[in-house]
């Protein structure tokens, strides 16, 4: 949350008076709320002069505090204005919040009624969870006759157990962790296209379309060739071959794709000669 301030001082229309208040910069987000505690004060030549401090009335963030004040009652005998603003802030933001709660939920393992094995390993989860963010879930957990939804038990046996984590993760708060995520992009995609997470599979799909190279423009070719939807992804690849052109009609990935994706590769040649 950034929150920041701004002092302000205005020559007033009204003679020998000057305006004093405090501006509140943010915060921006819908969720955020700040409750500031300020108190604004001249020293007048080793004595405090009180211009204002907050209450519990609801203020204009914008004009904290906004007072007319005499010059003459704030000026030091050698004519200099020194004034303190002292701030205090609370800080809320009932979307972080609720994050939070629902990681250490997860974290902690509380009421849980699901359990993820991947190999040896166990993950314990919820069913509301799950089938919340994921409708294969949601179809397995509801069909009394399945296994799992008897059980309660869900065995994987396609994904490593640190994927699979972080997609969890994303279901209880919203986020992912971006350094698991840089390593194991492909894997955590392939993951949120089985399961129907499209707001994961978004977040996977911006970040290959930034990492587009030379080198790895094969596997991103048999991503595209793959799975369905991936528009933001054919768009990047498209950018990136108008952009690069030469050196990738000159080198050993083209060759490959046009073996391997022949219809792509005159797609994608199509395409840039269209927009010439």
Known sequence: ????????????????????WLR?????????????????????????????????????QERLGYSLVLIEELLRSNGKLCLHCEIGIDCYNSIENLKN????????????DCVIKIG??????????LSQNSEVFHKMFEQN???????GEVIISDTTIECFRAMLEFFYTGEIDKDLLGINVFEIFALADKYQVNSLKYECECLMASKIDIQSIVKYCNIINLYEDTFIL???FKDFFRLKIK??????????????????????????????
């Not at 409750?35 to 609801?58: L, W």
């Not at 006759?145 to 059980?151: A, D, F, I, V, Y």
Request: proline share 2%; charged share 30%; glycine share 4%.
């Open 1 to 20: 949350m950034k929150v920041s301030f701004e002092l302000c001082i205005e020559i007033s229309n009204k003679a020998n008076y000057f305006a004093i």
């Open 24 to 60: 509140q910069l943010g915060p921006n987000g819908f969720n955020e709320n700040v409750n500031t505690k300020y108190r604004i004060y001249a020293d007048k030549d080793g004595k405090i002069v009180e211009i204002s401090r907050s209450t519990y009335n609801f203020e204009n």
């Open 101 to 112: 709660k629902y990681r250490k939920m997860f974290k902690n393992e509380e009421f849980t």
């Open 120 to 129: 040896d390993e166990v993950i314990k989860t919820h069913r509301n969870i």
């Open 145 to 151: 006759g399945m296994n799992e939804s008897q059980t």
């Open 234 to 236: 054919k768009d990047a």
């Open 247 to 276: 050196e990738i009609l000159h080198s050993n990935e083209w060759e490959e794709i046009k073996n391997i994706y022949p219809k792509m590769a005159f797609q994608f040649l199509e395409s840039f000669i269209d927009e010439k």
